[in-house]
Structure formats: structure tokens, C-alpha cells
DNA sequence: TTGTACGCGTTATCAG
DNA sequence: CTGATAACGCGTACAA
């Protein structure tokens, strides 16, 4: 028996016990106060106080086409990524009066596809996306369908909405001066499958830009299942046996893999090899001397998708759609 | 501009098409198909299918009082604890059909009121809570307007809604006897501020129970400004010089930095103290050889607040509330 | 088996 | 300044 509350107090109350009609009180709670008398005014704000009146938003809704709910769907809220990001979109919702809905795609893009369907249904005014990045084609038709969106941290191929995302370019290269400077000979980079677009991205540019600072082949291992990790490590640690080496990480998980494989191996950094990665975790200042790390943006990411979100809201969605990128933070400490 | 989006199709355009009445529209809509004929079942059907029709979720609960719509609040959504609680909550909403309106009460009573009222304006079917503990009062009055409410994880002193937490107790007195297995003759706790009722509850049963297994005074050390940490430290290997000791902590937090401080002062676990606590973080099996830990039963605890509500809300709410108590996990590790 | 008419709690359009 | 009255999109007695 969901609806067995106590009976709510509506506009149509505080009209009768005002004195005034609906419409009145509508006035005032949009506050239209020159429409009405202050001694209106001051009447139904007393009723309002008495009754302890609140306006009912479905109704608000229904009618009036804006929600001031913002749709927003993570691909793993288990990941500390998440987390970080969902503070940096509530803070700054909560400044505009935005409530947020909130959705774990668990990276299946049936479930993504699901919720955002749902969202819709329920009137969002606009969907904040940290895609999976399996629902493009579906994507396109929610786009001309008018819906807002805007991707967070994950990109898709075709430019259909605003995207923000760490600006992973700028920080390698940032990472390979330093590393160079260092005395650090080669670099190997380590992964899991390329199966979303910020590992395909990183990866990239890693070979893209790797000749700009080293020798040799730009060299990528692949983190699959964990029961293989050591022996990827080792291959690695053969085939740079002969420089002073370094391993880069394509994100925190990685980074995890690594640190529990160099401790089976009985491997020690800065000793054996060199660290660092993607990912600054609160964690990784602990772990030996402290990793070297990346740090990404991501709260920053989330106040400024919400930004974009307004603007797109209350102006009009650029076109084409804005990518904005922000900026990392290098983070030296004792495995490099 | 927020509603420039392509006009809707709603339920008359269907009915329209179909050639029956919106009534019949709504009836198959809700699944009751004994109400027409398989004909114009089947109609229906295609035409919802050919003009993409979907239900508009606000009309819909406005009109049936039930929005499957469950509030979510949580304390912090940083900790490490909150995404695990949303993943057990959002798992198994979604079997239940609900979804997840989330906020973030970053520990400020204020907060957390404010979004509890708009949760009840926007008509969410129940609210879970895990809270400040700072709103007694108010939570008193939401409860007997009828706002369905379940704790999570955090109690308050009056009795009023079902609470799901973990059995801390029982895990503590788990610790204790492995410990004194282990030849551990003095233990100190290091927790936060006592500020939320979790603090609070376990501070208290290390000392009831801490004469069960040790001799002496239960000692507590309390971590309140990080400057500080390196001279507690200090004072506790001090008091706890002649036998052999364990730092036991109240949280993952604590744990951290414990660590930390433990670090800068050049202490080692387990050779010059032993450390356990409270929060089986994934890092904590990485530093040094691993850390001792207590796993809460966090995710399970999410699951279980979902039923809860789910039972309330579909048959009636327990009097008296219901406490309910989930197993923690000991996880022995190299720092013991 | 199907449809009519009204209501859910608001907002918006008029005319006074 | 104020108030009927008609939407918004859907559910449901009640009637047919």
C-alpha cells in the first residue's frame, strides 16, 4: 500500500485557507510577486508556514517541461573514478536547484541503453554520460530525438554531444620530459584490453609520442587475466634488460596489478624497475616510497559537464558539439 | 529553452492510431489484457511499436502515487564505503524495478534535510538513509508524516525506522580472540572523533568488551588533527612499551593514517607494533605485506535495506522497527 | 469488451 | 492586481 500517507496538503488548501485563488499561490511560488497585494502576499506566506505546504514537483513538472532532475549514469560506480566525478556533478547541480538521478551501467550497453530510456521517461532534463560506449548507433537517434547530453570522460565516435575529458596528451608528455630528465632509457606501457575509449585513447598516444623522447619501439603489455601478469612482467623486464626502464600504467587498476605482481616476484621499485601511471589513488603515497602517478581531473570533469549541461540547457547546444579538456596533474614520488 | 525538445507522442496519439479509446491504451499499458480483444491487443501493440511510444513516468506516479523512485542519502560519497553501499542498493532496485534519485549529504545535517524534503516533494517511494545523525528531531516528524525511511549502515537514538548495519561486535570479539591466539598482550584503538554513531558504537564496545581478552585499561587514542598523529603514535607505544601490542583502528581512514604516520616516525609492522582495523580497503593487502582487516558487509548491507524497504513499502513497516545485523569479515594478513 | 468523464497538483491563458 | 478555466499525460470508476 505505497500511497498510505497522510494526506498531503496541496495548493488547492492553501488557496482556500488564503483566501485567494490557485492561481495566487501559484503566483507567489514562482514569485510573481507584483501580481498581488503585500497583503496577499504576506497571508499566504503565513497559510504556506501553517500548513507546512510544499509543492508537489511531478505536478510542477508535468506541466511546466522542466524537471530540474539531471539524469547521470556512470559505467562503474565501484570504481574510484566514480565517485570523484558524482561529487563534482552534485556540488555543482546543487547550485543550480538540480536533483540528480543517478544510474550504474555496470559497462553492459544494454543497461545503459535501459537507463537512459528511463531517464527519458521520466523527464530529465539532460543526461550527464560516462558511456560504455557499445550504444552509438542508439546514441544518434537519442541525439535527434532532442534529448541532452553530454559524455563524461568517455568519448564515441561520431561528435554528437559536448564531451569533457582529461587532457591525457598534455600529461604524458609532461610524464616523458620528466622521465627523460631522469635518466630513464625506455618505457613500457602497461594495460588492460583496449576495450573503452580512454584506454584506446592512451594507448594511442603513447605511440604516438613515444619516439619524441625515447629509442626503440614504442612497447605495450596487456594486463588480461591476472593469472598471466607475472609472466607479462617478466617479459618485460626482458626486453628492457639492458636500459634503465621504467613501467607506465594505463590507469589505477593497472597500476594495482603491477605493485601485487612486483611483490610476487619479490620485485622492488625504484630498485628493479621504474613506476608510474594514470590515477592518482589516495592509497599510492603509501605503497613503497610512493608511486608516481597521474593525477586526473575528475571533479573538475563533473562540475564542468554540469556547466555545459546548463549552458546547452539555457542557451542552446553548440554546434558542433564543444570538447573541453582538462588538465592533469603530474605527481613525482620515490618509485621513479 | 528546456522544453524545445520533439513533441512527445503520448497516449492519445496511440489511442488515435489504434482506433480505440485511451482507456484501452492505458489498460494494455498496465498489462491487462483480459480487458479487450486479442485484436485490438494486437494493435495496440504495433502501433506502439511503430510510433515509439513511452509512457511518461510523471504523469503516471502523479495520477497512481507510486513513482518507483527510491531516494538515496548518503554521508559522503567520497568515502569508499558509499560506492559499495550504491552498488548493493542499485542492484537490486533494478530487479524491483525502482530507480535511484541519489544525494550527497557530505555530512552536514542541513544538507541532508533539505535533500530528504525534496526527495518527499518529488514523491520517491522511500527514502534510505544513511545519516549524519545530526536530524533527530526532523527525522522524528518525517516519520509520522509517512515517508517510508530505512538507515543504512548509521543509527540514531530514537527507534524509528528499520536500520541495516554490520555486527561489529561480534567481528570485535573475532579480532580479540585471534589476537590473543597470536600471543598479543595489550591492544590500543585509534579512531576519529567520535561524531557519527558507527564511531561512537564501536569506541564503546572496545571498551566494554576489551577485559575479556586483556588485562588493563582499554586505552583510546583519538586522531583529530594530522599534525598531531606522529605524537599519539608516540604516546601509544610509550603506554604500551612493555608488552607486546597491536594497534587496532576504527576505520580505513584511521588505517591510512596510521600507516602514514607510521611511515614518517620509521616504524615497521609487525615488528614494531602490530596493526588491524576496521575497513578491508583494496589497497591494504599492498602495503607492506598486507594489512589485518575487519571487511564490512557493505555491498550485502545496500542489498538488504533495498528489502527492507521493499517490505514496508509493499506489505507494512515492522513495529517495532526492525535492526538488522550483517556478518563482517576477518581477513588475516602479514601486519598481525 | 470498450468508452466517457473526471481527477492527480500544477502552470498558463485569458478576461475582468 | 485577481480569478475562472483549460491544459499537462495518465489511471479509473462508472456506464454502455
Known sequence: MPGAKRKKVTIVDVAAKAGVSKTTISRYLNGKFEYMSEESRQKIADVIEELGYRPNSLARSLKSKQSFVMGVIVSDITSPFSPLLLKGISDCCERFGYRILIANSDDEPRKERDYILNMIDQSVDGIILNTTGGNEEFLREVADSGTRIVLADRTIERELFDTVHSSD???????????????????????????????INRCQIFREIYNDYFEGPAQVYFLEKKLRDASVMQEFMRDHATRKHCIFTGNGVATMRIVQTMRDLGLEFPRDTGLCGYDDWSWMNLVGGGITTIALPTYEEGRECVKRMMHNLHYAPSTPPKNIELPCTLHVRHST
Not at 596528451?169 to 575509449?197: D, I
Request: net charge positive; hydrophobic share 25%.
Open 169 to 199: 596528451k598534455e600529461a604524458m608528455h609532461q610524464l616523458f620530459r620528466y622521465l627523460k630528465g631522469e635518466g630513464y632509457e625506455s618505457v613500457g606501457y602497461f594495460t588492460q584490453p583496449l576495450t573503452n575509449s580512454t584506454r
